[in-house]
């Protein structure tokens, strides 16, 4: 919950380098760190999904995309942090998409680096 108020912190400076009015009265600000907190709690639940093992890889990734996507997209819209418009909710859902795209790609080569030493020090060990 600590994490809240950094995050709508930044979201405020980043508006506020772009020119974009950010005065806010109490409400924004209550507003804005309930749904920070309201986000990483979803966001920490929703990681979850990966220990159910019923489900294939890829619907587990499509069911966290998607989950991510609607938390992050109602509260912004709900805090008027973008543009209720539908050229502008287009811009965020392909920079979000975008955006857990690479993460996912960063991810899997990490992944298959660390894979690959692996069976290299077991081979060696079974010499």
Known sequence: M???????????LILHLCNV???????????????TCIM?????GISNIY?????????KIMIHALSL????????????????DLKVIGIFS?????????????IYLIERKKIKELNEKLKKKSI
Do not use: C, H, R
């Open 21 to 35: 009015d950010t005065t806010s009265n109490g409400l924004d600000i209550f507003k804005g760190i309930i749904s």
């Open 69 to 84: 996507y609607l938390v992050y997209l109602v509260l912004y819209l709900l805090n008027d942090w973008i543009i209720k």
């Open 40 to 44: 990483a709690f979803i966001i920490a």
């Open 2 to 12: 600590g994490f809240g108020p950094i995050v709508y912190g930044t979201i405020m």
């Open 51 to 59: 220990q159910v093992e019923s489900l294939s890889l890829v619907s």
């Open 94 to 106: 392909l920079i979000f998409f975008s955006g857990y795209i690479v993460i996912w790609i960063i």
